[in-house]
């Protein structure tokens, strides 16, 4: 039914060929305006809380409420005058207090005391706002739209009786100019709930698709991580330790022991980085300041962090901060394993423009073509290049190994 076809229905089903010819006019101003009010909505709500007063002027009410069947099984309520529970949340049709009129088991509803009537207040039903709200006198129609019940129009009145039989008609008459727009108002808001809820399902498949990418990305990047370690480390050791095994000078058994052991150590080093380390527990000063006293172990060696940034590394990302303290972590080891250093300075400073820069310094015996290959200085500067980072390595009473991220959370 178009809206057109439903106020000419009103209007023939408010006429009194008895009655006053001025009333009659009223009620159709009113209900044409109605009808542009309504078509200047596009929200449920909206267009209840616009036409309360003209239908307050047809049938004086204390609450109107609209009802509309939503999901199979389930109501959906919108009001005016007063609010309650009913526009809060769904209702199930089965403790409607409207349910007969909105299963068609009852063409009308008419109360004198909807708060004394067990159609409206019977065991189960959602009748609180009835009782809470005393909302005595109650006329509830169907809203019709190509025949099939789409929901009720309600009227509430506060004064037991206030309505009768001879309002039936003008709340009938309201309810048949109200079904059409209201059907096409509560679709379209499921459209665009449907909508939302497609667009969330869209966002929330991406955000599992990007998760799932940077977790791949963390897992390679991992990879290399531990495969740089065991070149670097491990394998390095082990391989120099089977030439000594397979070469011609006499066998040191020793420092082939020592050696053994160290690279024991290494491995272990190395294992436990794949488990949640002091990085995550305490943060990147305290897990330096761990390392440095594990690498230079129970030898006479000088070891100091100095974190001048108040904790700058650990207001990094994840990625960053895990790929600065590896640069950490093999900037040290270099230090008290191979170049003899008796003193080791981690500083944490702070540059211009919010550049974050980590600068470890020994006094060993400095950089030779012999320490730098076998020591992989080189994979420091790949570590960097993930994060953007600038390297420096220098020879200066020893060697200074600095890296500078371009910039870092304030």
């Given at each position: 039914m178009s809206s057109s076809q439903a106020a000419e229905s009103v209007r023939a089903a408010v006429s009194r060929p008895a009655g006053d010819p001025g009333e009659d006019r009223k009620d159709r101003d009113v209900f044409e305006r109605i009808s542009t009010r309504l078509s200047e909505e596009v929200e449920i709500g909206a267009a209840l809380s616009a036409i309360a007063p003209e239908i307050a002027a047809v049938l004086p009410f204390s609450h109107v409420d609209i009802c509309l069947h939503d999901t199979p099984g389930w109501v959906v309520s919108f009001e005016a005058g007063i609010e309650t529970r009913w526009s809060q949340r769904r209702t199930r049709v089965q403790y409607s207090p409207v349910r007969d009129v909105l299963l068609g088991r009852s063409p009308a509803m008419l109360s004198a005391n909807a708060m004394e009537d067990p159609r409206q207040t019977f065991p189960g039903a959602c009748c609180e706002p009835i009782l809470n709200h005393r909302l005595r006198a109650r006329i509830?129609?169907?809203?019709?739209?190509?025949?099939?019940?789409?929901?009720?129009?309600?009227?509430?009145?506060?004064?037991?009786?206030?309505?009768?039989?001879?309002?039936?008609?003008?709340?009938?008459?309201?309810?048949?100019?109200?079904?059409?727009?209201?059907?096409?108002?509560?679709?379209?808001?499921?459209?665009?709930?449907?909508?939302?809820?497609?667009?969330?399902?869209?966002?929330?498949?991406?955000?599992?698709?990007?998760g799932a990418l940077e977790l791949t990305q963390t897992l390679e990047q991992e990879r290399q991580r531990i495969g740089m370690d065991l070149h670097d480390q491990t394998l390095a050791d082990l391989t120099r330790i089977l030439r000594e095994l397979t070469g011609d000078a006499p066998l040191d058994r020793d420092l082939l022991a020592e050696r053994v052991t160290d690279t024991i150590d290494d491995l272990r080093a190395l294992i436990d980085t794949a488990v949640p380390t002091l990085l995550d527990l305490f943060g990147y000063a305290h897990a330096v300041r761990v390392h440095l006293e594990r690498a230079v172990g129970p030898d006479p060696v000088e070891v100091d962090v100095e974190d001048e940034t108040d904790g700058a590394p650990d207001r990094l990302g994840p990625t960053e901060r895990t790929a600065l303290f590896r640069i950490t972590q093999e900037a040290i080891n270099n230090a008290a394993r191979h170049a003899g250093a008796r003193?080791?300075?981690?500083?944490?400073?702070?540059?211009?423009?919010?550049?974050?820069?980590?600068?470890?310094?020994?006094?060993?015996?400095?950089?030779?073509?012999?320490?730098?290959?076998?020591?992989?200085?080189?994979?420091?500067?790949?570590r960097a290049h993930l994060i953007g980072a600038d390297l420096e390595i220098v020879a200066d009473a020893g060697t200074r190994v600095t890296v500078t991220l371009p910039e870092f959370p304030a």
């Open positions: 509830n129609v169907p809203l019709r739209v190509m025949g099939e019940v789409t929901g009720t129009l309600n009227f509430s009145h506060g004064t037991a009786g206030f309505y009768t039989a001879a309002d039936l008609p003008q709340a009938q008459a309201l309810a048949d100019l109200l079904a059409p727009w209201f059907h096409a108002l509560h679709g379209a808001a499921r459209a665009r709930q449907a909508a939302q809820l497609r667009a969330r399902a869209q966002e929330q498949a991406e955000g599992l698709r990007q003193r080791i300075l981690v500083t944490v400073s702070s540059e211009p423009q919010h550049r974050l820069r980590v600068t470890i310094s020994d006094d060993g015996i400095g950089i030779g073509p012999e320490v730098g290959r076998r020591s992989g200085l080189s994979h420091l500067r790949t």
